[in-house]
């Protein structure tokens, strides 16, 4: 009977979901179960093809491949734009101008991928080789061989590096034109692809590709399909990223390692002295404490207010996933509190532990502190406001290793070496009309609520497309939110490759 019912449930379900779907997308979703089969032969091709940023060939190949998969579909101008520098990776570009269409948007994804260390990979499982398992390998996935009949259940994963981070963006891009095409449907707009080659190095030729081929890359809009979707497995928009820049803090001890025991109560040490520093930086509920840290902080919108409000809270799922008992910036949700700039330490080191470890004072001890930015913050003031901080707390700063007279006349002596290539965040504004229009695309395709997020926690150099282009962007991401993107046994749940087809199907019909 319990069954009865709750198959009763599901049917019931299943008929509400396909409510809130537009034909469109029931149209995509046949073409792409019809052909689940061809897509993941073609996606584990292109999987399969090394994308690390030191391995040339294997970006070249990739590239290719890429243009391959675009000629295919009969996409035009299919190309690689250059950058100004020789050598930097190019990216992959082509366009389908539709007859009659009023705007034009341009589809970003990134075919280069993190570098892997094949040895932390899970047994069994390979950076290049795509494999499929029944679920993740934590949550006791077992490999599988790939159907032969093209039935795919959304739960399995393909296992490979870029499998979510970002070739699936690649791969539902092309295969949404494709769906559009195939099932007789029609783009509502011109089209255009861009898929950029060294996004996970930091984006370096970017602003020389933009500037270079900048009447190619006219649109109306930029769509960003990178990232996860949101943690709840609810779709989501994002509208904006963080900004990041770093400072690297070194401290002086004695000039060389002393005994702790001959010198111990006598002999400064830095690695106290380096935590005293970083503990005055934040208070107990992990606000910084830096004078004016937040004040340039831009207030957001109504509209960005009510949006962040709706975002369903997954502190409490995150907390049991993550094995934390508190959080910091007591009060606010993980969505707020990325609306906020931080102040992280990226890592610190002092003298040795483990089985190096000594009685010993070394003589130093270093800091990463990673800052990430909201809109109204600017990196390099930012980063005034720390460098100010410490300077208050007594120290004397110097930009390279003390010298002799400097040691003897400072007692608190401190290397600050600041990032020269930082960035502000970019936020979109919910209130374009355009914008408007990709939140109902989206909405289109699921029944479900549509996350919507102001900025997401991340960093992308997205204000490049408005430095050289005077392009917005939005961020319509599709990849399941446990992919472990940049680490190992990285993996795209079937069921968000194929419903990222849907969702990139849907912002092409946009008129
Ligand atoms: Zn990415």
New binding site residues.
């Given amino acids: 009977m319990i069954k009865l019912c709750l198959l009763f449930f599901l049917t019931f379900l299943i008929s509400q979901t396909v409510l809130g779907q537009s034909p469109q997308t029931l149209e995509i979703r046949k073409y792409v179960n019809r052909n689940a089969g061809d897509i993941v032969k073609e996606f584990t091709g292109l999987l399969a093809l090394p994308n690390v940023a030191a391995d040339l060939i294997g970006q070249q190949k990739t590239a290719t491949f890429i243009m391959a998969m675009m000629n295919k579909r009969g996409i035009q101008k299919v190309q690689l734009l250059n950058a100004s520098t020789p050598g930097a990776p190019p990216a992959v570009y082509g366009e389908v101008m539709v007859p009659g269409a009023k705007r034009t948007l341009i589809f970003y994804a990134?075919y280069d991928g993190q570098p892997v260390n094949p040895a932390q990979w899970a047994k069994g499982l390979e950076p290049f080789l795509p494999k499929l398992f029944t679920n993740t390998v934590d949550n006791g996935g077992t490999n599988m061989s790939f159907p032969t009949d093209g039935h795919y259940n959304n739960e399995w994963r393909i296992y490979a590096r870029s499998a979510s981070?970002?070739k699936a963006?690649v791969d539902a891009i092309l295969n949404a034109y494709d769906a559009i095409i195939k099932s007789g449907l029609r783009p509502g707009c011109n089209l255009k692809f861009f898929f950029e080659g060294e996004?996970?190095a930091g984006s370096p030729h970017l602003n020389e590709i933009l500037e270079k081929h900048r009447s190619t890359l006219q649109s109306d809009l930029w769509i960003i399909c990178?990232?996860p979707v949101h943690q709840s497995g609810k779709k989501q928009i994002v509208f904006g990223v963080r900004g990041d820049t770093h400072l690297d803090i070194t401290v002086y001890g004695p000039k060389r390692p002393l005994h702790s025991g001959h010198y111990g109560n006598w002999a400064p040490n830095p690695a106290m002295m380096l935590a005293k520093l970083l503990a005055s930086m934040k208070d107990d509920n992990g606000r910084v404490t830096i004078k004016g840290f937040y004040d340039d902080v831009t207030p957001l919108t109504p509209i960005e207010r009510k949006a962040l409000e709706e975002v369903p809270a997954v502190d409490e799922q995150m907390k049991d996933e993550l094995g934390l008992s508190t959080t910091e910036m007591q009060g606010l949700t993980l969505s707020e509190a990325i609306n906020q700039p931080s102040l992280n330490i990226n890592g610190m080191q002092s003298g040795n532990v483990g089985k190096l470890a000594s009685n010993q004072i070394p003589t130093y001890a270093t800091a990463v502190l990673d800052l990430r930015l909201v809109l109204g913050n600017d990196w390099k003031r930012q980063q005034q406001k720390v460098i100010d901080h410490i300077k208050a707390q007594g120290y004397y700063i110097t930009s390279s290793d003390p010298t002799d007279e400097e040691r003897k006349k400072y007692a608190k002596l401190i290397k600050v070496v600041p990032d020269r290539d930082g960035y502000n965040a970019q936020r979109t504004s919910m209130d374009m009309p355009i914008i408007q229009q990709v939140i109902t695309a989206v909405k289109t395709t699921t029944k479900d609520q549509i996350v919507l997020q102001p900025t997401m926690g991340g960093s992308l150099p997205l204000f490049l497309f408005e430095k050289y282009l005077d392009a917005k962007t939005v961020t319509v991401p599709i990849a399941n939110h446990d992919n472990n993107?940049h680490a190992e046994n990285e993996n795209i749940r079937i069921g968000n490759l194929f419903e990222g087809i849907e969702t990139m199907g849907a912002l092409m019909m946009i008129k």
């Fill in positions: 990134h981070d970002d963006g996004e996970e990178d990232g993107q």
